[in-house]
């Protein structure tokens, strides 16, 4: 097995088993503590997460590919996209504390979370470090770090909510595992004295350079984290925390699913980069192949969460939550154009059209921002359901006809939907054939 292989299988497990323990401890505290404390956790969680963008600063694709580049001024990059990241990490703790004492009639005890909250995520300024590991394909050690931290935080986490644990125990143990995890990569990092291999001292002009490099990719992700989160937001603020839980509650379920189109199009990228500048017919037939089967898993997927969202609410979270099988019902159809967003976003990588992923995703944030004052005042958590899928379908669908240069994948798109029935009798057809060959071998 190749290591490139091998480092994408680890992620992959790695990301199914963490996710897994977040989804049971959400549906626990949700189940004991209540829909009141669930849906402030809710809200506080959703606040905090629209300012951590600032900390990432766009730079980690960027710095794994200069760590690529140049391994021998691996440290030199490093270096410097630490320091910008902490200087956004600081610039989000001060506008965080502006907007929770100024902006918005949040209580001394929620503006204090929020605040506590951003400040701890701040140490994500430090997560640049596993991109080292990364692109040097010791993908082992993180995984391992990262399974025992966030494991031991979840047993923590799992204990607090057991013992009915107030909000301040929730939402410190909530930003503590970022605090473990970027501690443990300096630790990490600087023991294996990785940060003394370096030829180079940043310059102000290495700074820029990169800020200038990762601005769209930073302004995206503001923009894409506004759309995903603003709803929670609105809610509490035009109903009340209560409709939040009811919200939270559907929104999870639906979104447990997100991560798998993301990691199925991450192990397809190297392909798609090869056959992108090789092979132009495979790269096309590759889109359409993925664009189907995630847009046929999505509508499965949809149709079966509609059917028994009664059951599934209430075998998952209890009677308390009735009032979220219809928010489910409605919001697992966003799954169609999240599903195909995972395509399309690595297309837009590939075809160097950075600035069109900003684009849609604050077309995505005001449609949804526009259209949550619409129908959250008369249908609470339900128009917010309806507003995502709507901004989902904008951001995922809709911005493509702006342009000449994304209307190309708007063909393939279309194309794929046309010719889906010969797409997947082929697809079946290659993986029979496949499946027999490996079946000869081993015989």
Not at 60 to 88: D, F
Not at 316 to 341: C, E, N, P
Not at 365 to 394: C, D, E, F, R, S
């Amino acid at each position: 097995m190749s290591s490139n292989v091998k480092n994408s299988l680890l992620l992959i497990i790695e990301k199914v088993v963490l996710l897994g323990l977040g989804f049971i401890n959400n549906i626990l505290l949700a189940r004991l503590a209540g829909p009141d404390l669930f849906g402030e956790f809710s809200y506080i969680v959703s606040f905090a997460a629209i300012f951590s963008p600032l900390a990432v600063m766009g730079l980690n694709n960027i710095i794994t590919k200069y760590i690529v580049k140049y391994p021998a001024n691996s440290h030199y990059y490093i270096k410097s996209a630490l320091l910008i990241r902490l200087l956004g990490a600081i610039v989000s703790l001060a506008i965080t504390t502006l907007v929770c004492l100024y902006a918005f009639n949040l209580d001394h005890q929620q503006a204090g979370l929020i605040i506590m909250l951003v400040a701890m995520q701040g140490f994500t300024f430090l997560y640049v470090l596993e991109f080292f590991y990364i692109a040097k394909k010791q993908v082992s050690q993180l995984v391992k770090l990262r399974l025992v931290t966030i494991t031991l935080i979840n047993i923590a986490k799992l204990i607090a909510i057991i013992n009915a644990a107030d909000l301040t125990t929730l939402i410190f143990l909530q930003g503590l595992e970022t605090v473990l995890i970027g501690v443990c990569y300096y630790i990490m990092y600087t023991s294996q004295k990785h940060h003394q291999v370096y030829k180079l001292q940043p310059k102000k002009q290495t700074y820029l350079a990169l800020y200038q490099k990762g601005k769209w990719l930073l302004f995206s992700g503001v923009a894409a984290v506004i759309y995903l989160k603003i709803d929670q937001i609105m809610l509490a603020n035009l109903v009340n925390t209560e409709a939040v839980a009811f919200y939270a509650a559907a929104a999870k379920l639906s979104e447990f699913w997100y991560v798998f189109p993301v990691l199925i199009a991450n192990v397809y990228t190297t392909q798609l980069s090869h056959c992108r500048f090789k092979h132009p017919t495979l790269y096309q037939q590759l889109l359409q192949r993925l664009i189907i089967v995630l847009t046929c898993s999505a509508i499965i997927l949809s149709l079966a969460t509609w059917f028994f969202a009664d059951n599934i609410i209430a075998l998952i979270y209890g009677s308390a939550y009735t009032s979220s099988a219809a928010i489910l019902s409605v919001h697992i159809f966003a799954s169609l154009f999240v599903f195909q967003r995972a395509v399309l976003s690595k297309w837009l990588i590939l075809e160097k059209l950075y600035k069109y992923s900003l684009l849609s995703n604050l077309l995505g944030a005001v449609v949804n921002i526009l259209l949550n004052l619409l129908l959250i005042p008369k249908y609470q958590g339900l128009g917010a359901a309806w507003a995502t899928i709507i901004a989902y379908m904008v951001a995922s669908y809709g911005f493509l006809f702006i342009n000449a240069k994304t209307r190309e994948y708007a063909k393939v798109l279309h194309q794929a939907v046309l010719h889906s029935v010969p797409i997947l009798t082929n697809l079946i057809h290659d993986l029979k054939v496949q499946y027999e060959k490996h079946s000869k071998k081993n015989n």
